[in-house]
């Protein structure tokens, strides 16, 4: 059973324009939401996260959006650069007990931004 | 420079012959992670480690063995590998106890089981 699900595999949006990623989760017990970005050939990278307190959170061009009752969070860019090109992946964080956490991700998105 | 490391980053091998993986971290993080990433289905983690001596199970353990001896150190080990373990493998690290975002991921390995 996938707990955290992005239905779409794929994106494309024109330079300059916004790029939304959407982002699923059905496990009522997340608490802490992050988007990860993944080069070819690289490990992804941390880029943005949430608490489950919030709604909203902005860091330069991107801003993540939670809608817990939806059960749904979703990455914007604005805008969109060639640089931006890239897998992203959702995950979603609960505390395990002990002082650790577990990671579950989504499959990820593909966005490919054209110039 | 912080970072994790993995050796090797490319392996091709043939069914049944044991290997190891190594993942190496220089940020003095208490905990560590594997994970697997596979066409359709994201990254899914296999086992990860509290601390030294600590290590557990995490969503796809079947297969692998881990070992946390250093703390700077966690190998993933495939006593008898097939070739449903072909896969991209991610080693992360981060700080026990603090917030996910802390965990930093190495450049992965690419294993194929022939």
């Known amino acids: 059973d996938q707990q955290v699900k992005q239905n779409s595999p794929s994106l494309s949006v024109q330079e300059g324009r916004i790029s939304i990623l959407n982002c699923d989760y059905t496990?009522?017990?997340?608490?802490?939401f992050l988007w990860y970005k993944k080069y070819p050939a690289e490990g992804p990278t941390f880029l943005i996260s949430?608490?489950?307190?919030?709604d909203k959170n902005e860091d330069g061009r991107f801003t993540v959006f939670l809608n817990k009752s939806a059960k749904h969070l979703s990455l914007h860019i604005v805008p969109s650069q060639p640089g931006d090109s890239a897998v992203y992946f959702c995950?979603?964080?609960?505390?395990?007990?002990?002082?650790?956490?577990?990671?579950?991700f989504g499959k990820g998105t593909k966005l490919s931004v054209i110039p | 420079e912080a970072q994790v490391t993995q050796n090797p980053r490319y392996l091709i091998t043939v069914t049944g012959k044991k290997l190891t993986v190594t993942c190496s971290q220089n940020?003095?993080?208490?905990?560590m992670s594997w994970y697997r990433q596979d066409p359709g289905l994201g990254l899914r983690q296999i086992y990860y480690?509290?601390?030294?001596?600590?290590?557990d199970k995490g969503d796809v353990p079947e297969g692998y063995k881990v070992s946390r001896k250093e703390k700077r150190n966690f190998p993933l080990i495939l006593e008898s590998p097939s070739p449903n373990q072909t896969s991209l493998y991610f080693c992360?690290?981060?700080?026990?106890?603090?917030?996910?975002?802390?965990?930093?991921f190495g450049p992965g390995t690419r294993l194929t089981v022939l």
């Open positions: 992360a690290s981060g700080t026990s106890g603090s917030r996910p975002d802390t965990q930093y």
């Open positions: 496990n009522s017990m997340f608490d802490y």
């Open positions: 949430i608490s489950s307190i919030k």
């Open positions: 995950a979603a964080s609960t505390f395990a007990g002990a002082g650790s956490y577990q990671l579950t």
């Open positions: 940020m003095n993080h208490e905990y």
């Open positions: 480690s509290m601390n030294v001596e600590v290590t």
